[in-house]
């Protein structure tokens, strides 16, 4: 079992920066790669930014360039740094794990409740 707890959501203006974090908790061994979604009214639910165990990152094409995701393992958190925000950014953003369990030999996700995040024009 993997914990994920998202925050730094909030409301911003359009061009702003917004930082969020995913603080990761269990069976952290496990994690194979954390990854950022995003769910806005009416949308799937899409990828933004992924990092793998060997920190390995990958972007939307939606965003890259404007977004950052790092990890801190010293605090297992995964960072998403959100520069020139736009409004069609306003989403909930999730925190997903994806974890390997070889004692069942079986892959596992893993979703934080998910933080809000809204962009003015």
């Known amino acids: 079992q993997v914990q994920l707890v998202e925050s730094g959501g909030g409301l911003v203006q359009a061009g702003g920066s917004l930082r969020l974090a995913c603080k990761y908790s269990?069976?952290?061994?496990?994690?194979?790669?954390i990854s950022w979604y995003r769910q806005a009214p009416g949308k799937q639910r899409e990828s933004v930014a992924g990092?793998?165990?060997?920190?390995?990152?990958s972007y939307a094409r939606s965003v890259r360039g404007r977004f950052s995701i790092s990890r801190d393992r010293t605090k297992n958190t995964v960072y998403l740094q959100m520069n020139s925000l736009r409004p069609e950014d306003s989403a909930v953003y999730y925190c997903?794990?994806?974890?390997?369990?070889?004692?069942?030999?079986?892959?596992?996700?893993?979703w934080g409740q998910g933080t809000q995040v809204t962009v003015s024009s």
């Open positions: 269990g069976d952290i061994d496990s994690i194979n790669g």
């Open positions: 990092i793998s165990h060997a920190d390995d990152t």
């Open positions: 997903k794990a994806d974890t390997y369990d070889p004692a069942v030999v079986r892959d596992f996700v893993f």
